[in-house]
Nanobody, 118 residues
Framework: QVQLVESGGGLVQAGGSLRLSCTAS????????MAWYRQAPGKQRELVAA???????NYADSVKGRFIISRDVAKNTMYLQMNSLKPEDTAVYYC????????????WGQGTQVTVSS
């Protein structure tokens, strides 16, 4: 079991920056993949960025060059640095931790609202 708590959301003007944090209730060292997803009103949840325990990183095309995903194992925390924010980045952002043992286990955070005003 892993509990995830997101923080750092808020209201920001277009062009601004925010940093989201996702803190886990246990060590993230052995978590296979951690990721940020987002869901805008009326839209499906979509992948924003993911980071594997190997260090491999993937970004959605819409955020490449603007967002940076990272993790601090010592703090059991994953981050999403969001720069050059656009109104279309407005969404609830969710943290996901995936553990692969004999089966796949997904753990979600409760989400944090990001609103970008034009």
């Amino acid at each position: 079991q892993v509990q995830l708590v997101e923080s750092g959301g808020g209201l920001v003007q277009a062009g601004g920056s925010l940093r989201l944090s996702c803190t886990a209730s246990r060590s993230i060292f052995s978590i296979n993949t951690m990721a940020w997803y987002r869901q805008a009103p009326g839209k499906q949840r979509e992948l924003v960025a993911a980071i594997a325990s190997s260090g491999n990183i993937n970004y959605a095309d819409s955020v490449k060059g603007r967002f940076i995903i990272s993790r601090d194992v010592a703090k059991n925390t994953m981050y999403l640095q969001m720069n050059s924010l656009k109104p279309e980045d407005t969404a609830v952002y969710y943290c996901l931790a995936t553990i692969m043992t004999k089966a796949r286990y997904d753990y979600w955070g409760q989400g944090t609202q990001v609103t970008v005003s034009s």
